[in-house]
């Protein structure tokens, strides 16, 4: 007997969808520090680059993946030949899943992964197994020892977000020399240019060298595109046509081509968003940890920490305390993190309000 309604396939039943709410302010100004987007927005060649040319929004976009690959592969030193773009980084882990799952195949990932992974396994009618973690780090054995027969796929999300920690490169080789040479290895490295260019030099070495390895990588963090969707993938010539077999044929649009050329090619605007960033992070760690909140150390844009209900507000009290005052970080119970708040970095004068407010919140008694 047929149902009495069309019903989606029993991957997908039980999925809910991958939609963070950003808030809104109930007086004033909102500051969002939830997302993990650029503090410093974006560089201003690209705006000039986006009001330059009158844009034509009727017109299907002209497409210019040989002239961002292009630019990609000058700042990074890399092949163009082996750059796909595409709409976000989560468009490249939905193709890799659609494109190398089977019904059934396992798909091997960190504990504390990004949600879009096990979301998009699953869609692919994938099984999704999850490798623990230690003291909030990837760790390398427990990957390796999660591996079997039917997995197909293992997403290494480094620095991996939501921690904030990372494996050196070592690490990613010795990962890699033990793995079945039929198992595909993602390299999400969304957070890589927060670190210095020879830990990405490193991985692009890797794929090149290799043809089970993928690289991809984001204009939504430091380059400050997220509205706009863009990514890039870096991989063998026979996977990027795979992939790009897939993908389809307007993926990027008008903007995002014109912006990313702009973004990519801006490297000082670049290295203040890394300053500003590095500045902030080594400020707040140890501000953090005085108000007595576990901090977990951080390789990336935001800073993930713990509150202990023993002594002090939990989670949930602090992200209300925060919503009341415009200020909206980014709780963890999602991920089986509870007791966590993630807070991504935000400019000067975002910064210097979040701080008096965690004041006011762990020391309610010393604040004026």
Not at 291 to 320: H, K, M, Y
Request: one cysteine or more; aromatic letters at 8%; charged letters at 20%.
């Amino acid at each position: 007997m047929h149902p009495s309604k069309p019903q989606p396939k029993e991957s997908i039943r039980s999925l809910l969808s991958y939609r963070p709410s950003f808030g809104e302010a109930k007086q004033g100004r909102l500051i969002r520090l939830s997302a993990n987007e650029g503090a410093l927005g974006a560089s201003p060649r690209v705006y000039e680059a986006l009001q330059a040319e009158a844009l034509t929004p009727f017109r299907y976009p002209e497409v210019q993946d040989q002239k961002l690959n292009e630019a990609i592969a000058e700042r990074y030193g890399l092949e163009a030949s082996r750059i796909l773009s595409s709409n976000g980084s989560d468009e490249l882990i939905s193709l890799i899943t659609m494109a190398y799952l089977e019904p059934g195949d396992e798909v091997v990932m960190s504990q504390y992964a990004f949600l879009v992974i096990p979301q998009a396994t699953r869609i692919a009618g994938g099984t999704v197994v999850q490798a623990d973690d230690v003291d909030m780090v990837t760790n390398v054995d427990n990957l390796l020892a999660a591996v079997t027969p039917k997995t197909k796929i293992l997403f290494l999300v480094n620095p991996n977000n939501p921690t904030g920690t990372m494996i050196e490169m070592d690490e990613v080789r010795r990962l890699h020399a033990h793995l079945p040479s039929h198992v595909l290895l993602v390299l999400d490295w969304a957070y890589a240019e927060y670190l210095d260019q020879s830990f990405s030099d490193e991985a692009a070495r890797l794929v090149e060298a290799n043809d089970n390895v993928v690289m991809t990588r984001t204009f939504s963090k430091l380059h400050g595109l997220a509205g706009l969707r863009l990514g890039w993938a870096y991989c063998s010539p026979d996977l990027l046509t795979t992939l790009a077999s897939i993908r389809g044929p307007f993926s990027v649009n008008q903007a995002a081509f014109r912006a990313g050329i702009a973004a990519v090619q801006d490297r000082e605007f670049q290295e203040r968003s890394v300053a500003h960033n590095e500045k902030w992070i080594s400020a707040m760690v140890p501000f953090l940890e005085q108000l007595g909140l576990q901090v977990i150390p951080s390789s990336t844009n935001f800073i993930l920490f713990r509150f202990d209900e023993a002594t002090g507000p939990s989670a949930q009290q602090a992200s209300e305390f925060f919503a009341s005052e415009n200020i909206l970080l980014r709780t963890m119970a999602p991920y089986g993190l509870g007791d966590c708040l993630r807070m991504s970095i935000g400019t000067d004068e975002e910064m210097a309000v979040v701080k008096d407010a965690f004041i006011r919140l762990m020391q309610p008694s010393s604040a004026t």
